[in-house]
């Protein structure tokens, strides 16, 4: 199996109440990592309260060099932090205001429409979770197979037998493919803080919410700091083929690596073939990936969804891979607030971090439109992104941000109406119309804010006040046209 170059590792402190953490880091070549800001003044907080940590021990140690994959790691950011908790009538998670990218995508416009699923399993590879934090704990997959009372009346999640004969013993809530046991500790950070961007919960008066806060997180844990010489890539493998086996509707996944695998391929590609989205970052090598592939982001698998990190002027980060052909969507990556191990939270910055957005838009969208397959909630979340600066359109394929609200009211079965023939002065509702008829053109008039969208096969969008849209259907083209006008604005057949 051919190696792949990997990432520094790091040793910090753990303590009651802070948490110290690495940041993204970018590869040199194979073995040797390149420098970064190591600086030990980070603040991390607790729910109600935050403290200085002025000692975290952030020294780098070279890699080993069988370390076959690149492992995303993070540092969190200075942050001021007010301990006032924010009240809502609703959403009553005190620390919403640290996080940006929860506004920038819209997610609050979204949960109007949907708040995800439990029916929806999310498998994050990574470096395992917090499966006792307060945000997290009610969202977690159980594996109904190892949970209840075995034949000797024993609990089927600590009785260290296989009851469900997958191979894995008492994977309730997933499996450590490093240390190959249902010990899903997060010694690093990371895949905590992606769970929390994932499905952290709301409402419950704690910390934040996530992007998805109904949602079933299967956690998997393929790295570990603590654990040296350790195959990554083997390891990830593995993690994919036991979230497909156990049923994972969505594989969010943060590591990669400069070197194609066919194994890892075909593991993904066995995904696919059973109808699993498969979020992966597209990297943090300040590289353009149309030259220099980054795996598993670049395999060419229809259900695959690369994703950079952008801050919140929707630039991409300079850290970021992009490509015009092989990025697909960027979305919040820089200073983004989530849970951390311990029931703390913190920043941290990658295009791990923009993956996670991504991953729980998915679930969002799939929650509410469940017959949808993966390359059908693939193609809404690409397409119905914010248009990103024009000095960003060269980054990724769609020059889209991710936007939840769009991909989900573009689409809102309950306000689509099928064959909607407009009358010469019919007022358009707030909402969704499909054309179904052979050929229309509509045009919109009047006053006020209006947002009209386009949806084809190719995306086509226009966002008129005044102006004529023309609609030609063609079954063998067009998967859906739809017509959105949030105004209420009147609209006139020519």
């Known amino acids: 199996m051919n190696q792949r170059k990997t990432l520094k590792k790091y040793s910090w402190l753990i303590s009651l109440l802070v948490i110290g953490f690495v940041s993204s880091w970018f590869m040199e070549n194979r073995y040797q990592g390149l420098s970064e800001d190591t600086s030990s003044e980070n603040t991390f907080y607790t729910d109600n309260s935050y403290q200085q940590d002025d000692s975290a021990d952030l020294e780098s140690k070279k890699p080993p ?14 942050s001021n932090e007010d301990s006032k908790k924010e009240k809502k009538i609703i959403l009553n998670d005190p620390k919403m205001a640290e996080a940006w990218g929860i506004k920038k995508t819209a997610v609050e416009a979204a949960w109007k429409i949907s708040i995800g699923s439990k029916d929806i399993t999310v498998a994050i590879i990574d470096t395992g979770i917090d499966i006792n934090h307060k945000d997290l704990s009610n969202n977690l997959w159980v594996n109904s197979g190892e949970v209840g009372l075995d034949a000797k009346n024993k609990d089927k999640a600590t009785n260290g037998i296989d009851d469900d004969g997958n191979g894995f013993i008492d994977d309730v809530h997933g499996w450590n493919f490093v240390s190959n046991n249902n010990d899903l500790k997060d010694n690093h950070g990371h895949g905590t803080h992606i769970g929390g961007i994932v499905g952290a919960e709301a409402g419950n008066g704690f910390g934040v919410a996530g992007v998805a806060p109904k949602v079933s997180i299967m956690a998997i844990k393929y790295y570990d700091p603590t654990v040296p010489n350790a195959n990554n890539l083997s390891n990830t493998i593995r993690a994919i083929r036991y979230a497909t086996k156990m049923g994972a509707k969505i594989i969010n996944y943060s590591g990669g690596g400069l070197e194609y695998s066919a194994e890892e391929y075909e593991a993904i590609k066995a995904a696919k073939e059973k109808g699993i989205l498969f979020v992966a970052a597209a990297g943090n090598e300040r590289s353009n990936s149309d030259k220099n592939h980054y795996y598993p982001a670049d395999y060419p698998l229809s259900n695959i969804i690369s ?58 969208v799939w929650a509410h439109y469940k017959e949808f397959d993966a390359e059908q909630i693939k193609k809404y979340i690409l397409k119905t992104g914010d248009d990103v600066p024009e000095s960003q359109r060269n980054k990724t394929r769609y020059a889209k941000q991710l936007n939840s609200y769009k991909a989900l009211a573009m689409l809102d079965a309950n306000q689509v109406l099928t064959g909607f023939a407009p009358k010469n002065t019919d007022t358009i509702a707030h909402g969704t119309y499909a054309i179904s008829e052979g050929h229309k053109e509509i045009k919109f008039n009047g006053s ?21 849209i023309s609609f030609q259907k063609d079954l063998n083209q067009v998967l859906r046209q739809a017509l959105r006008n949030t105004a209420g604005q009147t609209q006139n057949k020519p």
């Open 65 to 78: 060099q069988n370390q076959a994959r690149n492992v995303p790691l993070s540092k969190a950011d200075k």
């Open 307 to 364: 994703v950079t990190a952008a801050n919140e002027t929707n630039n991409v980060l300079p850290s970021s891979n992009y490509g015009q052909s092989t990025v697909d969507i960027q979305a919040p990556g820089s200073n983004i607030y989530s849970t951390l191990p311990g029931n703390v939270f913190g920043n941290m910055t990658g295009t791990s971090q923009a993956t996670a957005f991504a991953t729980g838009v998915a679930v969002l």
């Open 448 to 468: 006020g804010m209006v947002s009209q969208t386009a949806v084809t096969e190719e995306n086509s969008e226009e966002d008129p006040t005044d102006k004529v």
